[in-house]
């Protein structure tokens, strides 16, 4: 299955809102957020597509998004997720790293996001790539669980390159 990183486009929202509702179990986007999400001059949506010949309804196996603010260089990994069937094949690792590369684009020097602490997929992915735990958030999250602020320096691209090869 060849799957395609791009941008978000204004079509992708019913597409996007249908991936929310199987990828997370609580906390999820309304369709008006995900809008939002969408149309925002300070974020950066970036999905996973499959291959346009595959028939299956399910066209967009993952998501993340970047929110940026005027003023910092940190960058907030503030959405992110792939669909469950496409899960443990590495297409997480692979959107996180488009994504550190977009915020690196916007001149970020740092990309920071929040985890659940039950998290244990999410948090060893993170762990993995090089965040590092920051913050601890108590009752963070709508059911009461707490977080984990996270973040990680973003080297400028070409020593990540060097940093890739070494
Ligand atoms: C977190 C999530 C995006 C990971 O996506 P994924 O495509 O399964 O991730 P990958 O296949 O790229 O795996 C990357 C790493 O995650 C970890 N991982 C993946 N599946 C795992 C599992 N079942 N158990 C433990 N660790 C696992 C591994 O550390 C793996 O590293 P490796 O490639 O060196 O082995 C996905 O599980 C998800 O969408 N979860 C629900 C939404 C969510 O929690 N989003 C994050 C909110 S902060």
Known sequence: MTVTLRQALGHDLDALYRLEQVAFSGDRFSRRQLWHLLNRANALTLVAERDAEDLSPMRLLGYGTLLFRRGTRRARLYSFCVHPEARG????????????????EHDAEVLGLEVRVDNSVALELYRRMGFRPERWLSDYYE??????????????EKE????DEG
């Not at 059911?143 to 400028?156: E, I, V």
């Not at 990540?160 to 940093?163: E, G, I, V």
């Open 89 to 104: 094949t590495g297409l997480g690792r692979r959107l996180l790293e488009a994504l550190e590369a977009e915020a690196r």
């Open 143 to 156: 059911d009461g669980c707490a977080g984990w602020q996270m973040a990680k320096a973003l080297l400028p």
């Open 160 to 163: 990540a390159a060097q940093a």
